[in-house]
């Protein structure tokens, strides 16, 4: 049975449970509105255009396997123009306007807004994009996390290290919240597996990589975990090679990012990296996603797109397993659950926070991200050691 089949069977099965109660035939009653904000204009509009298009491919599919309670789903989207601020007077827009259940905004800072309204109007609002840690500082009873969360970027590296023979880390984040996040929660575990890990080091920018080059060669450093922009793997990698310096296990966070590896070309071999998504994993759902996707875009889904469409799967199997849209039945549904989606295992902690997805540790091998963290995911690949630049060859 395909994915969406078993989707059509679940609602359709939820469907009949209230047919006694329904009035008039599914074909007569109302749509359910789903109410999103999504940065359609300003500075995160590219960012957001993937997520945007998750929520319509997620609209589509599940109308096409008979709606959710028996109605069809009307997707209503505003925009808040990439200004955090605006997202809670969208989301009382779209309440005032009829709409049922939420799907949260593009972004950690408009997530946090939102979850104000949310909790004003108690109203359970699914988090889809929101994944700083800031957002979830007090708990949040009425916002479900489906994205995997800033903290959870260094698990992945650190089993790789472990596996690598490293024993002292040196961390290093980007001078912005979201690589300081994943920085600062990797040493804090790193500290609670063993690691020697001392102060994490953040640097303004690309002009920062040489200096820090340096330093690490002179100090002989083994293990470089950096958490960063695409640009600043790129710029790592190129100092390394000049400096001619290879730590024995270099991990850069956006080193699974197609522009590195067009930037550095073949100098992209053996880095590690995190991806929090790829069309090609093996999860539930995704090759139907990844088809549907394609039909309807003409190109393969990113990682927004596809965190749009696990917050939609969420949503829908909430409202199929309580049979209403009754909002505290939502509530305690959405905390309870654990559930596959096209990212992984949803499941979240007692404040709603994410705590069952982890984004893929990989190694670029042959050009290509190879997933060797978590092993559900992982192929055949293995861990091999950045090699000094002197002992490379060329890739036919």
């Given at each position: ?8 069977a679940a ?8 047919g006694a109660?329904a009035a008039?035939s599914?074909?007569e ?5 789903v ?6 204009t300003?500075s995160?509009?590219a960012?957001?255009?993937?997520y945007?298009?998750g929520?319509?491919?997620w609209q ?5 396997a ?5 109605r ?11 200004e955090?601020?605006?997202?809670g007077?969208a989301y009382?827009?779209?309440?005032a306007?009829g709409?049922s259940?939420?799907?949260g905004?593009?972004?950690s800072a408009a997530?946090l807004?939102a979850?104000?309204e ?12 929101g994944?700083?840690?800031r957002v ?5 009873p009425?916002?479900?996390q ?5 903290s959870?970027?260094?698990?992945g590296?650190l089993?790789?290290a ?26 804090a575990l790193?500290?609670k ?18 200096p ?5 060669a002179?100090?002989?450093i ?13 710029d790592t990698?190129i100092a390394m090679?000049?400096?001619?310096y290879a730590p ?5 966070s956006?080193g699974?990012d197609p522009r590195?590896?067009e930037r550095v ?6 880095a590690l990296?995190s ?9 539930p ?14 190109r393969?889904p990113d ?7 696990a917050a939609g799967?969420?949503?829908?199997r909430?409202?199929e397993?309580?049979?209403s ?12 659950m654990?559930i596959g989606t096209?990212?992984g ?11 069952g997805?982890?984004p893929?540790?990989?190694?670029i091998q042959?050009?290509r ?5 978590p092993?559900?995911?992982?192929g055949e690949a293995?861990l091999?050691?950045y090699?000094?630049?002197n002992?490379?060859?060329?890739l036919?």
């Amino acid at each position: 049975m395909s994915a969406f089949s078993y989707i059509a069977a679940a609602l359709a099965a939820a469907a009949l449970s209230l047919g006694a109660r329904a009035a008039g035939s599914p074909s007569e009653q109302p749509p359910i509105v789903v109410g999103a904000v999504v940065s359609q204009t300003g500075s995160q509009a590219a960012l957001a255009d993937g997520y945007g298009k998750g929520l319509r491919v997620w609209q589509d599919e599940v109308n096409a396997a008979g709606g959710l309670l028996g109605r069809t789903i009307e997707l209503r989207v505003l925009d808040d123009h990439s200004e955090a601020a605006r997202a809670g007077p969208a989301y009382a827009e779209l309440l005032a306007g009829g709409a049922s259940l939420l799907v949260g905004p593009y972004g950690s800072a408009a997530t946090l807004v939102a979850a104000g309204e949310a909790a004003r109007a108690r109203h359970v609002l699914v988090n889809g994009a929101g994944p700083s840690a800031r957002v979830y500082k007090r708990a949040q009873p009425w916002v479900f996390q489906t994205v995997a969360p800033y903290s959870s970027y260094g698990e992945g590296v650190l089993a790789l290290a472990g596996q690598g023979g490293c024993s002292r880390l040196w961390l290093l984040a980007r001078n912005d919240s979201a690589s300081v996040e994943m920085a600062d929660a990797a040493r804090a575990l790193a500290l609670k597996r063993g690691f020697i890990a001392p102060e994490v080091q953040t640097y303004a920018g690309s002009d920062d990589i040489v200096p820090l080059v340096k330093t690490a060669a002179s100090g002989q450093i083994e293990c470089w975990i950096a958490f960063g922009e695409v640009r600043d793997a790129a710029d790592t990698v190129i100092a390394m090679k000049r400096a001619r310096y290879a730590p024995g296990f270099f991990y850069v966070s956006s080193g699974a990012d197609p522009r590195f590896i067009e930037r550095v070309g073949q100098d992209a071999e053996l880095a590690l990296a995190s991806e929090a998504y790829d069309p090609a994993w093996r999860t539930p759902y995704n090759s139907a996603f990844v088809k549907a996707y394609a039909a309807r875009w003409g190109r393969p889904p990113d990682a927004a797109a596809a965190q749009a469409f696990a917050a939609g799967t969420v949503l829908a199997r909430a409202v199929e397993r309580v049979g209403s849209l009754d909002q505290e039945k939502l509530r305690v549904a959405l905390g309870e659950m654990e559930i596959g989606t096209v990212l992984g295992t949803y499941r979240v902690g007692p404040g709603g926070e994410q705590v069952g997805l982890r984004p893929a540790a990989v190694q670029i091998q042959r050009g290509r991200a190879e997933v060797l963290w978590p092993p559900e995911l992982a192929g055949e690949a293995k861990l091999s050691p950045y090699l000094p630049w002197n002992e490379r060859t060329l890739l036919k």
